[in-house]
């Protein structure tokens, strides 16, 4: 189906644009207008019909992803609070979207929507593009007449977790590029400058200290069998990455993690941020508590932390209090220990929760810059290290061969 951009102006006269797939230009104009959108400019989109083909085949690979469900909250926000209709406001968006996976979900809640399904059961039955708190935050703003606020709230906390994501990820950019470079320098070293250096020293004929023996035996090592090691380095980490996707393995990768120097408080604060934060939506919202560490426990991305959440929702179906169980559990800091007892003491425990969450993503701020700060310097004594045993095994023994040749 060929796309086509378009520009038009809505019912209060702003200027709006985007673009729409639809069977030709004709109908691209009755689709803007029955959305109260008076068209001034409609160009198709460019393009082979190859190129086409394979952007539409990439485009239905991918699955939507957190910067997906943040449009799309925030597209039904705005169309909810605007009085437009649920399924209307759902056509629109699956027009709009150039994901072609969430167009064909969406054109599939609206059948059950006109077959008569409610919104959140019908977005419930596509569980790997709407999370249990997605949906559970629907459903309560189907039942308290308050989904646009629902929205409004899931795509502020969504906004948030893309947040927090990014600024790790970039905190663990440079570490990684430094020891790709590093990597890839000394299997360089090893395979061609080493080598040389082997032959010269074996003219000598002189005995070699031995980390210059432990150099050449590597660079020989090395360039004679580089197959097995590029062989044995990917079979051990498809090894690994098989192993941390079973359910024992990524419990004990995502408890290794959290137990990090320098790494790992950063991926305790976040997981303690993304607790309190969904927790305060979730009870604010009406939630019952042991719906909301279900869905906390979905949300949290972290297998271990999952476990002791779901481990503590059991102790409160058998009667205990939710700060006994907290403390319990091993898992959080002095500081929300004694929030969770005081909300728990005067009925606010929603309100207590979210000042938490703002209190450990601006702690996650400054850890990810500390984080930053405290790799950078860890990177640079591990290449002295390199430079000194290179150091040590080529440049002493050139040093002594060059002191024996001024004596002669």
């Known amino acids: 189906m060929p796309e086509y951009h378009y520009v038009g102006r809505n019912s209060d006269g702003s200027q709006t644009s985007g673009v729409m797939r639809t069977q030709g230009e004709g109908e691209c104009v009755s689709q803007l207008r029955h959305r109260n959108i008076i068209p001034l400019k409609i160009t198709p989109v460019q393009g082979t019909r190859e190129q086409d083909a394979f952007k539409f085949e990439l485009s239905r690979k991918k ?18 609070n605007a009085g437009v209709p649920i399924i209307k406001s759902l056509q629109g968006i699956g027009e709009i979207t150039h994901n072609m996976i969430l167009a064909e979900v969406l054109g599939t809640v609206i059948s059950q929507l006109q077959a008569g399904k409610s919104f959140s059961v019908a977005l419930r039955d596509h569980p790997n593009i709407f999370p249990t708190l997605f949906v559970n935050m629907i459903h309560i703003g189907e039942e ?55 032959k010269m020293f074996a003219k000598m004929g002189s005995e070699l200290p031995l980390a210059t023996k432990i150099l050449i035996a590597t660079s020989s090592f090395t360039k004679n069998y580089w197959y097995l090691i590029i062989a044995g380095g990917t079979g051990l980490i498809y090894g690994f990455m098989h192993y941390i996707k079973t359910p024992d393995g990524r419990l004990w990768w995502d408890r290794q993690m959290m137990s990090l120097p320098l790494i790992g408080p950063v991926i305790r604060q976040a997981v303690l941020a993304r607790f309190a934060r969904t927790f305060a939506m979730a009870t604010r919202s009406g939630v019952p508590i042991l719906d909301t560490l279900i869905a906390i426990s979905k949300a949290v991305d972290n297998a271990y932390v999952a476990k002791v959440i779901l481990e503590m929702r059991g102790n409160i179906e058998r009667g205990e209090s939710l700060t006994h169980v907290a403390y319990s559990s091993g898992l959080f800091t002095p500081l929300v220990l004694q929030m969770i007892s005081v909300g728990e003491e005067t009925g606010s425990l929603d309100a207590m929760m979210m000042n938490v969450a703002d209190f450990y993503e601006k702690e996650v701020e400054f850890a990810v810059d500390a984080l930053s700060a405290g790799i950078e310097p860890i990177m640079l004594v591990f290449i002295g290290l390199v430079i000194m045993v290179m150091a040590l095994g080529i440049f002493v023994p050139l040093a002594s061969l060059g002191t024996s040749m001024m004596h002669k």
């Open 144 to 198: 308290t007449g308050r989904l646009a606020e629902a929205f409004e709230q899931l795509y502020r906390y969504y906004e948030v977790e893309e947040k927090t994501r990014k600024q790790i990820k970039s905190a663990l950019r440079y570490p990684k590029i430094v020891f790709s470079a590093i990597i890839s320098a000394m299997f360089a070293l090893n395979y061609f400058v080493i080598p040389v250096f082997a």
């Open 63 to 80: 699955i939507p992803g957190i910067p997906d469900l943040i449009q799309f909250s925030r597209q039904m926000a705005a169309l909810v």
